[in-house]
């Protein structure tokens, strides 16, 4: 990783689950779902993105394809070479392209709320110049604050924790440096994806006119399974752990369970 290092958090023991948050966001939104992990049996691999949490903040390249590569390096350490993989937003199309890149190494993935085209909201804030100091911390905030409707009051406290953990030294410029990553790099994937899917997406996320429709869009495109979660958005798996957490876990578990009967 170019001597820079990513925050990487590693608890249980089992087959192995990489964890990737959404741009903005760090590793802890997988706290929940870590916890029903480690209960049924999987070892779970929760990462920062770059620029991210505890993550260092001066790499040389930030987005999708940065990530995917970010994500096999953590599967190739800790995983012998193969792992599941549950990422979100951003990092879902990272786990995509690591999917086509080395089929052998992602045995399923799990696609929360996944940007696999540029067409959601919060590519079109990124874009503008709304993220420049002073005042794009302030934009940030407010836009994130919106991005979790499940969390109730909650939200608006996490969204000031994250931009927080942003506008420390380097990490603001890390950040915008990631908000302008072009998701079109996917979509030239999709035809070598084998990896079973399961796409899960909050009907209340502000980042898709239609949730439903994206979702079965991506579906399509991938084979995927999906999983509608009523009210919540962008971070289903921590607004409604009690729906989603069961659902992964069956998913890895069928996985896992056809991958030792043949």
């Known amino acids: 990783m170019n001597n820079r290092s ?8 089992g087959p192995l689950v990489v964890c990737s948050p959404a741009m903005g966001d760090t590793r802890d939104a997988f706290d929940p779902l870590a916890q029903y992990l480690t209960a049924h049996g999987f070892r779970v691999a929760q990462i920062d993105l770059r620029g991210h949490g505890d993550s260092d903040a001066d790499f040389p390249k930030y987005g999708d394809e940065a990530t995917a590569n970010d994500l096999l390096a953590v599967i190739d350490q800790y995983g012998d070479g193969h792992a599941y993989v549950v990422g979100a937003s951003m990092s879902a199309a990272a786990a995509v392209i690591a999917a086509g890149k080395r089929p052998d190494a992602i045995a399923g993935m799990v696609l929360v709320t996944p940007f ?17 100091r002073p005042w794009g911390p302030y934009v940030w905030q407010a ?3 919106k991005l979790w409707p499940g969390l ?15 506008t420390r030294s380097r990490y603001w410029r890390a950040f915008t440096r990631t908000t302008k990553t072009d998701h079109s ?12 899917s399961l796409i899960v997406m909050g009907t209340a996320d502000p980042d898709w006119k239609s949730p439903s429709d994206e979702a079965r869009w ?5 084979n995927s399974q999906i999983l509608l979660v009523p ?12 729906i989603v957490s069961p659902r992964i876990v069956g998913f890895l578990k069928g996985l896992s369970n056809a991958t030792r009967r043949s």
């Open 231 to 242: 009210g919540a958005g962008h971070a289903p798996m921590l607004e409604s752990p009690e």
């Open 143 to 145: 836009y994130s604050s």
């Open 185 to 196: 790099v996917v979509e030239p994937w999709f035809s070598r994806i084998n990896s079973p």
């Open 152 to 166: 109730g009051d909650e939200a608006k406290v996490r969204a000031a924790h994250a931009t927080r953990l942003l």
């Open 116 to 132: 696999l085209r540029g067409d959601g909201a919060i590519s079109r804030v990124a874009s503008s110049c709304a993220l420049a």
């Open 6 to 13: 990513l925050a990487v958090e590693i608890h249980g023991s």
């Open 218 to 222: 991506a579906a399509e495109k991938l």
